[in-house]
Nanobody, 123 residues
Framework: QVQLVESGGGLVQAGGSLRLSCVDSGRTFSTNTMGWFRQALGMEREFVAAIRWYDGTTYYLDSVKGRVTISRDNAKNTVYLQMSSLKPEDTGVYYC????????????????WGQGTQVTVSR
């Protein structure tokens, strides 16, 4: 059974960096496309990035391109989200998830969510 655990969030000043990690402690996810989403207070969950399992192709939300890098280590069952030049609008709870079917950019295309990790970017 998939069990996703996110970590690495925290409080950082604008312009700072964070690296988020997501470990699947339940089973190997090497054959699954993985995604990161975020949810700001009072807002809908929003796609941030995804990485395809079979060729490593990556996809990003336009507003994070050039500042965020998604990567994975299949041997460690871990997917990462390296974020730099952080902005206050990046604040939110960040979740990783397993893509099931359909568009990589849609929340409804994913299943198995972790508990999330809070990222707060101060001005």
């Amino acid at each position: 059974q998939v069990q996703l655990v996110e970590s690495g969030g925290g409080l950082v000043q604008a312009g700072g960096s964070l690296r988020l990690s997501c470990v699947d402690s339940g089973r190997t996810f090497s054959t699954n496309t993985m995604g990161w989403f975020r949810q700001a207070l009072g807002m809908e969950r929003e796609f941030v990035a995804a990485i395809r399992w079979y060729d490593g192709t990556t996809y990003y939300l336009d507003s994070v391109k050039g500042r965020v890098t998604i990567s994975r280590d299949n041997a460690k069952n871990t997917v990462y989200l390296q974020m730099s030049s952080l902005k206050p609008e990046d604040t939110g709870v960040y979740y990783c998830s397993v893509h099931q079917r359909g568009s990589l950019y849609r929340y409804s295309s994913y299943g198995y969510w972790g508990q999330g990790t809070q990222v707060t970017v101060s001005r």
